[in-house]
C-alpha cells in the first residue's frame, strides 16, 4: 500500500495524451495506470486522493492554484476566431479591438476562460453558453449569435483541417 503522505508514490494516472503520459513514465520510471473520468472530475478526483496525478489541459487559474500543483507540460494560446465577413473581425487587428460595447464575445459558461474574458475585454458584451468545458463555440459563431469566441490553437490544433476544399 502506497503512504498516503507521499501521494506522488502511488502508481495512478488520469488518461492523458501520449505525449506527456509517456514523458512522466520515462522521467518517474514508474508504471502507470490509466483511471478514466470525465473532464469535469478532473481536479476533484486528484483531491479526494483516488489518484495521484492527472495530465489535463486544464488553465490555471488563481482559484484552482489553492488546490492544485500545476506543472506545465505544453504551452497555450488563446486566440479568437469569428467569420471573415463580419465587420468586426474584419476590422480587428489585435485582441484590444474586441474590447468594445459593440463587439459579442461568446465563451464557455463557468470556465476559467470565461473569467479570463471578463479581465481582459471588460467592454465587450459577452454571452455564456452552456456547452461542455472541452466545446468550442462554433456554433454560436456561424449562426452569428456571437462575433467572435476564443479558442486555444495549440489544444484545437488537431481539428483543423489542413487539406483545401472546393467551394460549393
Same mark, same amino acid.
Given at each position: 500500500?502506497?503512504?498516503?503522505?507521499?501521494?506522488?508514490?502511488?502508481?495512478?494516472?488520469?488518461?492523458?495524451?501520449?505525449?506527456?503520459?509517456?514523458?512522466?513514465?520515462?522521467?518517474?520510471?514508474?508504471?502507470?495506470? &490509466?483511471?478514466?473520468?470525465?473532464?469535469?472530475?478532473?481536479?476533484?478526483?486528484?483531491?479526494?486522493?483516488? @489518484?495521484?496525478?492527472?495530465?489535463?489541459?486544464?488553465?490555471?487559474?488563481?482559484?484552482?492554484?489553492?488546490?492544485?500543483?500545476?506543472?506545465?507540460?505544453?504551452?497555450?494560446?488563446?486566440?479568437?476566431?469569428?467569420?471573415?465577413?463580419?465587420? @468586426?473581425?474584419?476590422?480587428?487587428?489585435?485582441?484590444?479591438?474586441?474590447?468594445?460595447?459593440?463587439? &459579442?464575445?461568446?465563451? @464557455?459558461?463557468?470556465?476559467?476562460?470565461?473569467?479570463?474574458?471578463?479581465?481582459?475585454?471588460?467592454?465587450?458584451?459577452?454571452?455564456?453558453?452552456?456547452?461542455?468545458? &472541452?466545446?468550442?463555440?462554433? =456554433?454560436?459563431?456561424?449562426?452569428?449569435?456571437?462575433? @467572435?469566441?476564443?479558442?486555444?490553437?495549440? =489544444?484545437?490544433?488537431?481539428?483543423?483541417?489542413?487539406?483545401?476544399?472546393?467551394?460549393?
Amino acid at each position: 500500500m502506497a503512504d498516503p503522505s507521499r501521494p506522488w508514490k502511488r502508481r495512478t494516472l488520469l488518461r492523458a495524451r501520449v505525449g506527456p503520459r509517456r514523458a512522466v513514465r520515462a522521467t518517474t520510471r514508474v508504471r502507470l495506470e &490509466t483511471v478514466p473520468v470525465r473532464f469535469e472530475d478532473k481536479v476533484s478526483i486528484v483531491m479526494s486522493r483516488r @489518484v495521484d496525478m492527472t495530465i489535463a489541459p486544464l488553465l490555471d487559474t488563481l482559484d484552482r492554484r489553492k488546490d492544485v500543483d500545476f506543472v506545465d507540460y505544453s504551452t497555450s494560446a488563446q486566440c479568437f476566431f469569428g467569420l471573415a465577413d463580419n465587420a @468586426v473581425v474584419s476590422l480587428a487587428t489585435r485582441v484590444d479591438d474586441l474590447n468594445q460595447p459593440n463587439v &459579442t464575445v461568446g465563451y @464557455v459558461a463557468g470556465s476559467p476562460q470565461g473569467a479570463w474574458l471578463m479581465k481582459r475585454l471588460p467592454n465587450a458584451a459577452k454571452i455564456g453558453l452552456k456547452l461542455a468545458p &472541452t466545446d468550442v463555440p462554433v =456554433n454560436a459563431v456561424i449562426t452569428r449569435r456571437v462575433d @467572435v469566441a476564443p479558442i486555444d490553437i495549440i =489544444n484545437t490544433s488537431s481539428l483543423v483541417s489542413h487539406e483545401e476544399y472546393p467551394a460549393s
